[in-house]
């Protein structure tokens, strides 16, 4: 039972990249889906989170217009799409499952998150 977040790579500024959040074992659809990032030497930054019905959260405002989630309900999966790289994106991200249907309404709330996924590299070079 376990997430498994992938599609991690090397994109260069400007690019775009999807990453995948699989549950293995794990059910995805009638809970909150969220994505965090940690950069070398940062703190563990709140991305987006989706809810079940598919309402999503933007936690940062340098997201928005940038980042967006959705989800495959019958394929287990949830994604997160990143148009717009920029080197400062360059980070791990991790996927993570709440225990509700909606997103927390504090992005520092990572303790409500009860699944993690191991964490995908992306790098944006300039």
């Known amino acids: 039972v376990q997430l498994q977040a992938s599609g991690g790579g090397l994109v260069q500024a400007g690019g775009s990249l999807r990453v995948s959040c699989a549950g293995a074992?794990?059910?995805?659809?009638?809970?909150?889906i969220g994505w965090y990032r940690q950069a070398p030497g940062t703190e563990r930054e709140a991305v987006l989170c989706i809810s079940s019905s598919g309402r999503t959260a933007y936690y940062t405002d340098s997201m928005k217009g940038r980042f967006t989630m959705s989800r495959d309900y019958a394929a287990n999966m949830a994604y997160l799409q990143m148009n717009s790289l920029k080197p400062e994106d360059t980070a791990v991200y991790y996927c993570?499952?709440?225990?509700?249907?909606?997103?927390?309404?504090?992005?520092?709330?990572?303790?409500?998150?009860?699944?993690w996924g191991q964490g995908t590299q992306v790098t944006v070079s300039s």
């Open positions: 074992g794990l059910s995805l659809g009638a809970y909150f």
């Open positions: 993570a499952r709440g225990p509700r249907p909606d997103c927390p309404t504090d992005p520092g709330h990572a303790f409500e998150y009860i699944y």
